[in-house]
């Protein structure tokens, strides 16, 4: 069983930056891919941004292209989200998700495991 655990949520005004940490608790897959999702309130669970832990390949939603990056540190089994220029509708529930085999799925029926999830407000 993977665990995962994300931090790095907050309040921020429009324009700031935040970066989201998700820790896996040990590597136990060949081949994996690890997202992020959202979810605002009354709305479905939203595809942000994947990526290929072995190749690195990344994957974006259009409206987070160009202010927000994945990335990973495989020694410490970490990926991460750096998100510049926040926008009011950033604001949500940011969850990370691994899948094994590595498949950049945009469903989130799609992925196995899930962190607790971390809150995200974006004030005007």
């Known amino acids: 069983q993977v665990q995962l655990v994300e931090s790095g949520g907050g309040l921020v005004q429009a324009g700031g930056s935040l970066r989201l940490s998700c820790a896996a608790s040990?590597?136990?897959?060949?081949?994996?891919?690890m997202a992020w999702f959202r979810q605002a309130p009354g709305k479905e669970r939203e595809f942000v941004a994947g990526?290929?832990?072995?190749?690195?390949?990344?994957a974006y939603v259009d409206s987070v292209k160009g202010r927000f990056t994945i990335s990973r540190d495989n020694a410490k089994n970490t990926m991460y989200l750096q998100m510049n220029s926040l926008k009011p509708e950033d604001t949500a529930v940011y969850y990370c998700?691994?899948?094994?085999?590595?498949?950049?799925?945009?469903?989130?029926?799609?992925?196995?495991?899930w962190g607790q999830g971390t809150q995200v407000t974006v004030s005007s």
């Open positions: 998700a691994l899948t094994s085999p590595a498949r950049l799925y945009t469903s989130s029926r799609s992925w196995d495991y």
């Open positions: 040990r590597r136990t897959f060949s081949s994996y891919a």
């Open positions: 990526i290929n832990w072995s190749s690195g390949g990344t």
